[in-house]
């Protein structure tokens, strides 16, 4: 059976379009099983922005390098982006719950491994099994609320599922802070054991498996192979092209060993019986439209968020826990607004919500690209809050239409497309503003030192201001006096802002482009199919 052919069957048979009894009991409950995988997907979201609080902990307390403490964080994010489309293809293969609770387990071990590690090594090695363990929890987190919910109230389950990765992701800071000035490093990562046995003991109880009468019965390993590659060569460029250089031979030659790759696998998809990822899925325009929306939306909020953290703490020299409280605004409107958000999206459809939230959000980054040094906390809010209302619709629509619209024997991959794609965005995202900060930084430094009429640099020294001025960090020691000192903060913060307001033009920009996108978007069309498959 070719893939097309596996596409277009599964969008015809009857048993995967009935509508099911309504639930009794516990076990499989529609919205008691959107708050059991909630509360696992909670704990990697959380993950992927608390972390960044304790690496100065961890690196003080374990003697580690600055290149050990960017293995923490890569580690993570490598094992996660490179695993989530093969995790979802397990979940479609031996069915969602098995695979949400295999996930929730091993992601709660391997937190409470780390945080019992006493060398670094360690830390590394369990944080690339967390990634791993957290690949294999969220597409099958979607497929369970795909299959467990009627069509007609997906949206509102899926509204709240962004809700809570938003919040978790946005709320991971102040978290953070908390526990690493209060606790201790490791008591970031011991949260996680409590929370993963709550997960554990409801996902027992409720979780219910469904599976469709198509699910695929053998695995791709050539696919999976060449995937994971392509993957891995594509986040590990993005990762390292800040340091490499956009233009050396390493980055260059890994980007284009992703493309290679890339294409590989997609030819060796149209000769498998039941390859990885049927390219039919692509035949259609909204599912297409909506991994590349969600590609866009990740680089503009990622890429911007990743500013705005340094912004707060560098600049207006605020902790990482007034940061977070700063950026509630953003937090509290995305609670808010994912429920509302797909509640409209069921009423009128994606088109118009994801239009709108992507013209909210690119007015957010046009906003603040004004921020300056002075911004006050009202001005801040303002345009946090609106950035939160943009990405609530977004967040919730980009996803339906891209489950919505692959069958349901596929909503495993199609999970863990979507989720790949907020990867791949997150890091193009992090990785060109990056680039677009360091080249603005590049340009006005040494002329902004020179306007100053401060002691001149050689260039070794210019290139070390340029590598803290990047992050908003004044590059000045203890034995600067202190008129000197408050020279080069202002030289520095000033160069830093004008980098980031450059930097957030461009997600703006991106912003307008996601929304021109959003433009091919419509309701999945087969979302009728989830509640419908065979109950187990």
Request: a neutral charge; glycine letters at 12%; proline letters at 5%.
């Amino acid at each position: 059976m070719t893939s097309q052919t596996t596409v277009e069957k599964a969008s015809r048979e009857p048993q995967d379009t009935a509508v099911p009894a309504p639930a009794k009991g516990l076990r499989g409950h529609p919205w008691l099983t959107l708050f059991s995988v909630a509360i696992g997907v909670m704990m990697v979201a959380l993950d992927g922005t608390i972390v960044a609080i304790a690496n100065p902990a961890i690196q003080q307390d374990l003697g580690a390098s600055l290149a050990d403490v960017q293995w923490i964080t890569n580690g993570y994010m490598l094992a996660l982006a490179v695993s989530l489309i093969t995790a979802g293809k397990l979940g479609d293969r031996f069915g969602h719950r098995q695979t949400f609770l295999i996930g929730v387990v091993g992601f709660a071990a391997a937190s409470g491994a780390i945080g019992l590690s006493d060398s670094v090594a360690l830390v590394i090695v369990f944080r690339v099994l967390q990634g791993l363990f957290g690949a294999l929890l969220m597409p099958a987190a979607l497929g369970l609320l795909r299959a467990t919910f009627p069509a007609e109230k997906l949206n509102m389950a899926i509204g709240i599922w962004g809700m809570v990765i938003g919040a978790s992701t946005a709320g991971g800071p102040i978290l953070g802070g908390v526990l690493v000035e209060h606790v201790s490093w490791q008591s970031v990562f011991f949260i996680n054991v409590p929370v993963g046995v709550i997960a554990l003991m409801l996902g027992l109880v409720i979780l219910k498996d469904h599976r469709a009468e198509n699910a695929p019965r053998s695995f791709d390993i050539g696919g999976i192979v060449l995937l994971s590659q392509a993957m891995f060569c594509l986040i590990w460029a993005l990762i390292k092209g800040a340091e490499w250089g956009w233009g050396d031979y390493k980055t260059l030659g890994f980007l284009g060993a992703a493309v290679a790759l890339f294409v590989v696998f997609a030819v060796s998809q149209k000769n498998v019986r039941e390859p990885l990822i049927p390219l039919a899925m692509f035949r259609s325009v909204p599912l297409s439209a909506g991994a590349v929306l969600m590609v866009l939306m990740a680089f503009a909020f990622m890429g911007g968020l990743f500013f705005v953290t340094f912004y707060l703490q560098n600049v207006h020299g605020l902790s990482p826990v007034d940061s977070g409280l700063h950026l509630l605004p953003l937090t509290g409107m995305m609670i808010v607004a994912s429920p509302l958000a797909g509640a409209m999206i069921t009423k009128f459809g994606p088109r118009v919500p994801l239009v709108g939230g992507m013209v909210c959000t690119a007015v957010a980054m046009f906003g603040m690209s004004q921020l300056t040094i002075g911004t006050g906390t009202l001005t801040m809010s303002i345009w946090f809050g609106l950035l939160g209302l943009g990405l609530a619709p977004v967040m919730v629509g980009a996803t339906e239409v891209i489950v919505g619209n692959a069958p349901m024997e596929l909503s495993g991959v199609a999970g863990g497309l979507q989720q790949a794609a907020m990867q791949v965005g997150g890091s193009l995202g992090t990785a060109v503003l990056g680039a677009v900060m360091a080249s603005q930084v590049d340009s006005k430094l040494a002329d902004n030192w020179a306007a100053a009429k401060l002691p001149p640099l050689t260039p070794e020294q210019l290139d070390a201001a340029s590598s803290a001025v990047e992050v908003g960090v004044p590059p000045v020691d203890g034995n600067t006096p202190p008129e000197v000192a408050a020279s080069i903060a202002g030289v520095a913060h000033d160069t830093f802002v004008s980098g980031m307001s450059t930097a957030f033009m461009v997600a703006g920009i991106v912003a307008v482009v996601a929304a021109l996108v959003a433009t091919l978007t419509k309701r999945g069309a087969n979302a009728e199919a989830g509640a419908g498959a065979g109950h187990i």
